[in-house]
């Protein structure tokens, strides 16, 4: 049995468009597969977000998309500029040794931009 390769999290909103605009060009993922009513953003060669399109869908609860990154001030700055509200500025966490921050997708899925202060990341 060979072992796993990749990581894909599928989120549902209701506007892909939006939830298309904010991964792709806010985010700057670059697109590793459109299949029309879902789209697949590359966040690292092995880690995915895919955004499809239900009329239906609700807020996930429970669920954190964290992107991880050395700077997280400089994305919060960033996407303020661009007009995109956060629920947390940045922050040190003294529990889990992180600097982080939160904020919304277009669907109302929870983001969190994050930098580990631990010794022992070793992504």
């Given at each position: 049995?060979?072992g796993?390769v990749g990581?894909?999290?599928?989120?549902?909103t209701?506007?892909?468009?939006?939830?298309?605009?904010?991964?792709?060009q806010?985010?700057?993922l670059?697109m590793?597969?459109?299949?029309g009513?879902?789209?697949?953003f590359?966040?690292?060669p092995?880690?995915?977000i895919g955004?499809c399109?239900?009329?239906?869908?609700q807020?996930?609860?429970?669920?954190?998309?964290t992107?991880v990154t050395?700077?997280?001030?400089?994305w919060?700055?960033?996407?303020r500029?661009?007009?995109?509200?956060?629920e947390k500025a940045p922050a040190y966490?003294?529990q889990?040794?992180?600097y982080?921050c939160?904020?919304r997708d277009p669907a109302?899925a929870?983001?969190?931009?994050?930098?580990?202060?631990?010794?022992?990341?070793?992504?």
């Open positions: 049995m060979s796993f990581q894909v999290t599928f989120v549902y209701k506007d892909l468009e939006a939830s298309e605009r904010f991964y792709g806010l985010l700057g670059p590793a597969l459109d299949q009513t879902c789209k697949i590359r966040v690292t092995g880690a995915q955004v399109l239900r009329p239906e869908a807020a996930p609860e429970g669920v954190i998309l992107l050395s700077d997280v001030d400089g919060f700055e960033r996407l500029a661009e007009g995109v509200e956060f966490n003294a889990y040794q992180i982080h939160f904020l109302g929870l983001v969190e931009i994050q930098r580990f202060e631990d010794p022992a990341w070793r992504p």
